[in-house]
Protein backbone atom coordinates (compact mmCIF):
# COMPACT_ATOMS: atom_id res chain seq x y z
CA UNK A 1 0.00 0.00 0.00
CA UNK A 2 1.15 3.70 -0.95
CA UNK A 3 1.80 5.37 2.53
CA UNK A 4 0.71 8.97 2.51
CA UNK A 5 2.02 11.96 4.62
CA UNK A 6 0.28 15.19 4.59
CA UNK A 7 1.16 17.90 7.06
CA UNK A 8 -2.06 18.04 9.69
CA UNK A 9 -2.65 22.07 9.07
CA UNK A 10 -2.16 24.68 7.01
CA UNK A 11 -3.40 28.62 6.59
CA UNK A 12 -4.38 30.30 3.45
CA UNK A 13 -5.67 33.93 2.78
CA UNK A 14 -8.56 34.26 1.01
CA UNK A 15 -8.12 34.85 -3.06
CA UNK A 16 -4.59 32.97 -2.83
CA UNK A 17 -4.00 29.91 -3.99
CA UNK A 18 -3.72 27.19 -1.42
CA UNK A 19 -1.00 24.20 -2.08
CA UNK A 20 -1.29 20.91 -0.22
CA UNK A 21 1.02 18.87 -0.70
CA UNK A 22 1.65 14.99 0.08
CA UNK A 23 4.30 12.76 0.31
CA UNK A 24 3.73 9.13 -1.32
CA UNK A 25 7.65 8.08 -1.68
CA UNK A 26 6.16 4.62 -1.80
CA UNK A 27 3.37 4.82 -4.47
CA UNK A 28 3.85 1.82 -6.71
CA UNK A 29 3.33 2.15 -10.33
CA UNK A 30 -0.15 1.25 -10.65
CA UNK A 31 -1.47 3.28 -7.81
CA UNK A 32 -3.14 6.32 -8.14
CA UNK A 33 -3.23 9.45 -6.00
CA UNK A 34 -6.45 10.39 -4.96
CA UNK A 35 -7.31 13.50 -3.35
CA UNK A 36 -10.46 13.95 -1.52
CA UNK A 37 -11.90 16.60 0.77
CA UNK A 38 -14.36 16.55 4.40
CA UNK A 39 -16.05 19.66 5.26
CA UNK A 40 -17.09 19.84 8.44
CA UNK A 41 -20.09 16.67 9.29
CA UNK A 42 -20.36 15.75 5.98
CA UNK A 43 -19.07 12.45 4.09
CA UNK A 44 -15.80 13.06 1.86
CA UNK A 45 -16.11 14.61 -1.27
CA UNK A 46 -13.60 13.48 -4.63
CA UNK A 47 -11.83 16.29 -5.63
CA UNK A 48 -8.84 14.84 -8.51
CA UNK A 49 -7.26 11.89 -9.19
CA UNK A 50 -3.83 11.25 -10.93
CA UNK A 51 -1.47 8.66 -12.40
CA UNK A 52 1.83 10.39 -13.69
CA UNK A 53 0.59 13.66 -15.57
CA UNK A 54 -0.51 16.58 -14.12
CA UNK A 55 -4.60 16.94 -13.93
CA UNK A 56 -6.74 20.33 -13.49
CA UNK A 57 -10.29 19.86 -13.49
CA UNK A 58 -13.19 22.62 -12.17
CA UNK A 59 -12.37 22.00 -8.79
CA UNK A 60 -8.38 22.00 -8.57
CA UNK A 61 -5.01 21.08 -9.88
CA UNK A 62 -2.95 18.54 -9.09
CA UNK A 63 0.91 18.27 -9.71
CA UNK A 64 2.74 15.05 -9.30
CA UNK A 65 6.23 15.00 -9.68
CA UNK A 66 8.29 13.21 -11.87
CA UNK A 67 9.47 10.27 -9.37
CA UNK A 68 5.98 10.09 -8.41
CA UNK A 69 6.68 10.44 -5.03
CA UNK A 70 5.07 13.54 -4.20
CA UNK A 71 2.26 15.49 -5.32
CA UNK A 72 0.55 19.09 -4.71
CA UNK A 73 -3.31 20.06 -4.53
CA UNK A 74 -3.72 23.43 -5.91
CA UNK A 75 -7.00 25.59 -5.03
CA UNK A 76 -6.18 28.42 -7.25
CA UNK A 77 -8.32 30.94 -5.38
CA UNK A 78 -9.19 29.69 -2.08
CA UNK A 79 -12.37 30.85 -0.54
CA UNK A 80 -14.04 30.83 3.17
CA UNK A 81 -15.94 27.47 1.68
CA UNK A 82 -12.78 25.49 0.96
CA UNK A 83 -11.76 25.59 4.56
CA UNK A 84 -12.17 21.62 5.28
CA UNK A 85 -10.10 18.76 5.84
CA UNK A 86 -7.77 17.16 2.64
CA UNK A 87 -7.26 13.96 2.28
CA UNK A 88 -4.27 12.42 -0.22
CA UNK A 89 -4.56 8.70 -0.96
CA UNK A 90 -2.35 6.19 -3.16
CA UNK A 91 -4.53 3.34 -4.11
CA UNK A 92 -4.22 0.99 -7.01
CA UNK A 93 -7.57 -1.13 -5.67
CA UNK A 94 -10.31 -0.87 -3.82
CA UNK A 95 -8.92 -2.75 -0.87
CA UNK A 96 -6.54 0.45 -0.52
CA UNK A 97 -8.83 2.80 -0.38
CA UNK A 98 -7.95 3.89 3.15
CA UNK A 99 -8.00 7.30 4.35
CA UNK A 100 -5.43 8.73 6.61
CA UNK A 101 -5.73 11.91 8.97
CA UNK A 102 -5.70 14.33 5.89
CA UNK A 103 -4.50 18.04 6.84
CA UNK A 104 -7.21 20.68 8.05
CA UNK A 105 -6.71 23.82 5.78
CA UNK A 106 -8.27 26.86 7.14
CA UNK A 107 -9.18 30.01 4.60
CA UNK A 108 -9.05 33.15 6.62
CA UNK A 109 -10.26 36.07 5.80
CA UNK B 1 -25.87 13.81 -9.65
CA UNK B 2 -24.55 10.52 -7.70
CA UNK B 3 -26.95 10.47 -4.62
CA UNK B 4 -25.77 7.81 -1.57
CA UNK B 5 -28.06 7.84 1.31
CA UNK B 6 -28.20 5.99 4.28
CA UNK B 7 -30.76 5.41 6.38
CA UNK B 8 -29.78 7.23 9.48
CA UNK B 9 -28.13 10.47 10.42
CA UNK B 10 -27.97 9.78 14.41
CA UNK B 11 -28.44 6.36 16.15
CA UNK B 12 -28.28 5.20 19.36
CA UNK B 13 -28.02 1.40 20.76
CA UNK B 14 -27.62 -0.65 23.81
CA UNK B 15 -24.60 -2.74 24.34
CA UNK B 16 -25.33 -5.97 22.82
CA UNK B 17 -28.00 -5.15 20.51
CA UNK B 18 -28.26 -6.07 16.86
CA UNK B 19 -27.69 -3.05 14.43
CA UNK B 20 -27.84 -2.75 11.06
CA UNK B 21 -26.59 0.12 9.10
CA UNK B 22 -28.08 0.84 5.53
CA UNK B 23 -26.79 2.42 2.49
CA UNK B 24 -27.89 2.55 -1.23
CA UNK B 25 -26.84 4.59 -4.19
CA UNK B 26 -28.59 5.19 -7.33
CA UNK B 27 -25.86 5.12 -9.80
CA UNK B 28 -25.30 1.52 -10.45
CA UNK B 29 -22.15 1.35 -8.93
CA UNK B 30 -20.32 -2.52 -8.70
CA UNK B 31 -18.60 -1.37 -5.71
CA UNK B 32 -19.42 -0.10 -2.27
CA UNK B 33 -17.93 0.54 0.69
CA UNK B 34 -17.98 1.01 4.82
CA UNK B 35 -15.79 3.12 6.47
CA UNK B 36 -15.69 4.64 10.47
CA UNK B 37 -14.09 7.41 11.39
CA UNK B 38 -13.05 8.39 14.43
CA UNK B 39 -11.28 11.65 15.68
CA UNK B 40 -7.02 11.56 14.92
CA UNK B 41 -7.64 8.14 13.20
CA UNK B 42 -9.11 9.57 9.69
CA UNK B 43 -11.33 6.76 7.81
CA UNK B 44 -10.54 3.10 8.39
CA UNK B 45 -12.44 0.55 5.75
CA UNK B 46 -14.42 -1.77 7.29
CA UNK B 47 -15.78 -3.99 4.56
CA UNK B 48 -16.30 -3.57 0.56
CA UNK B 49 -18.05 -5.28 -1.78
CA UNK B 50 -17.27 -4.94 -5.47
CA UNK B 51 -20.23 -7.46 -6.60
CA UNK B 52 -23.69 -8.63 -5.23
CA UNK B 53 -23.54 -11.28 -3.13
CA UNK B 54 -19.43 -10.25 -3.05
CA UNK B 55 -17.70 -9.14 -0.23
CA UNK B 56 -14.01 -8.13 0.85
CA UNK B 57 -12.47 -7.36 4.43
CA UNK B 58 -10.92 -4.02 5.15
CA UNK B 59 -8.79 -3.33 7.92
CA UNK B 60 -10.88 -3.69 11.11
CA UNK B 61 -14.21 -6.02 10.02
CA UNK B 62 -13.96 -7.54 13.60
CA UNK B 63 -17.11 -7.26 15.44
CA UNK B 64 -19.09 -6.46 12.29
CA UNK B 65 -20.39 -8.42 9.07
CA UNK B 66 -21.93 -7.14 5.87
CA UNK B 67 -24.61 -8.07 3.54
CA UNK B 68 -24.92 -7.32 -0.91
CA UNK B 69 -28.48 -8.56 -1.90
CA UNK B 70 -29.29 -6.02 -4.84
CA UNK B 71 -26.59 -3.99 -6.39
CA UNK B 72 -27.68 -0.85 -4.97
CA UNK B 73 -27.78 -1.81 -1.18
CA UNK B 74 -24.87 -2.26 1.40
CA UNK B 75 -25.82 -3.06 4.92
CA UNK B 76 -23.75 -2.87 7.33
CA UNK B 77 -24.34 -5.42 10.47
CA UNK B 78 -23.31 -4.96 13.88
CA UNK B 79 -23.67 -8.27 15.28
CA UNK B 80 -23.74 -7.71 19.64
CA UNK B 81 -23.08 -3.96 19.08
CA UNK B 82 -20.08 -2.51 21.80
CA UNK B 83 -19.58 0.91 23.45
CA UNK B 84 -16.35 0.71 21.23
CA UNK B 85 -18.36 0.50 17.91
CA UNK B 86 -19.65 4.32 18.92
CA UNK B 87 -18.20 5.70 16.23
CA UNK B 88 -19.62 8.22 13.02
CA UNK B 89 -20.19 5.13 9.76
CA UNK B 90 -19.57 6.38 6.93
CA UNK B 91 -20.82 4.29 3.26
CA UNK B 92 -19.55 5.03 -0.18
CA UNK B 93 -20.14 3.54 -3.86
CA UNK B 94 -17.81 3.67 -6.53
CA UNK B 95 -17.25 2.62 -10.25
CA UNK B 96 -13.88 1.12 -11.51
CA UNK B 97 -13.42 2.17 -14.50
CA UNK B 98 -10.21 1.63 -15.90
CA UNK B 99 -8.80 0.68 -12.61
CA UNK B 100 -9.91 4.05 -10.75
CA UNK B 101 -12.14 4.64 -7.86
CA UNK B 102 -13.68 7.82 -7.91
CA UNK B 103 -15.91 7.34 -4.50
CA UNK B 104 -18.73 9.27 -3.66
CA UNK B 105 -19.56 9.16 0.06
CA UNK B 106 -23.27 9.32 1.60
CA UNK B 107 -23.82 11.98 4.56
CA UNK B 108 -22.85 9.37 7.61
CA UNK B 109 -24.17 7.67 10.25
CA UNK B 110 -23.16 8.88 14.07
CA UNK B 111 -23.57 5.82 16.08
CA UNK B 112 -23.85 5.97 19.68
CA UNK B 113 -23.27 2.45 21.66
CA UNK B 114 -24.35 2.94 25.44
Not at chain 1, 18 to 47: D, F, K
Not at chain 1, 62 to 77: A, F, V
Amino acid sequence: DAKTTQPPSMDCAEGRAANLPCNHSTISGNEYVYWYRQIHSQGPQYIIHGLKNNETNEMASLIITEDRKSSTLILPHATLRDTAVYYCIGAGSARQLTFGSGTQLTVLP
Amino acid sequence: DVKVTQSSRYLVKRTGEKVFLECVQDMDHENMFWYRQDPGLGLRLIYFSYDVKMKEKGDIPEGYSVSREKKERFSLILESASTNQTSMYLCASASSVAGVYEQYFGPGTRLTVT
